[in-house]
């Protein structure tokens, strides 16, 4: 399997606090994203990489931002964390090359209560 | 902008039954259309992809053929199973343009009863 973890894969926080969630990659891809799916949402982007310190932000960025100091981490942050944000979380990587799809980490389900 | 299209689901299906999961895609430039299946708790996992126009994507039995004329991309399954209940995302990747990222379909949940 490809090399991409995420970390936690199970959180359960309070409104109003922070919460960091991790995606860790051995491929030395350069592309990294962070989703969020929701039953009759489907997957919505939220932020995305090109590299080191170059991020742009998806569809439903409001209340999250990103950072990505190595080439293997790109980490997401919920502010202030708010019960709409309860939903799980996938990061994915990507090859440089159009026919290159994308490969998945497992999730992180996380619970905002 | 591009987009994609799939049936909408929930699909449910008898073992053995013959699946037909329609796609069709909207792009300006030249895709290459993928499909992932998701099985219950777990992520997305790419199950076939087609670069070109004719191309025939093809795993686990099943299959799909780029068709550029129709812009579709249907995926088939001659016999399913039981564990081919997941559900189903479509999507593309537009090389033609500087586009760096994945459009995925809204996803077909399919059911297969024994």
């Known amino acids: 399997d490809a090399g991409i973890t995420q970390s936690p894969r199970h959180k359960v926080t309070e409104t109003g606090t922070p919460v960091t969630l991790r995606c860790h990659q051995t491929?030395?891809?350069?592309?990294m994203y962070w989703y969020r799916q929701d039953p009759g949402h489907g997957l919505r982007l939220i932020h995305y990489?090109?590299?080191?310190?170059?991020?742009d932000k998806g569809e439903v960025s409001d209340g999250y931002s990103v950072s990505r100091s190595k080439t293997e981490d790109f980490l997401l942050t919920l502010e202030s964390a708010t019960s709409s944000q309860t939903s799980v979380y996938f990061c994915?990587?990507?090859?440089?090359?159009?026919?290159?799809?994308?490969?998945f980490g497992s999730g992180t389900r996380l619970t905002v209560v | 902008g591009d987009s994609v299209t799939q049936m909408e689901g929930p699909v449910t299906l008898s073992e053995e039954a013959f699946l037909t999961i329609n796609c069709t895609y909207t792009?300006?430039?030249?895709?290459?259309l993928f499909w992932y299946v998701q099985y219950p708790g777990e992520g997305l996992q790419l199950l076939l992809k087609a670069t070109k126009a004719d191309d025939k994507g093809s795993n686990k039995g099943f299959e799909a053929t780029y068709r550029k004329e129709t812009t579709s991309f249907h995926l088939e399954k001659g016999s399913v199973q039981v564990s081919d209940s997941a559900v189903y995302f479509c999507?593309?990747?537009?090389?033609?343009?500087?586009?760096?990222?994945?459009?995925f379909g809204p996803g077909t949940s399919l059911s297969v009863i024994p």
């Open positions: 994915a990587i990507r090859g440089t090359g159009g026919d290159y799809g994308y490969t």
């Open positions: 999507a593309l990747s537009d090389v033609g343009t500087s586009y760096d990222k994945v459009i």
């Open positions: 792009a300006t430039g030249y895709p290459s």
């Open positions: 990489s090109y590299g080191v310190k170059d991020t």
């Open positions: 491929e030395n891809h350069r592309y």
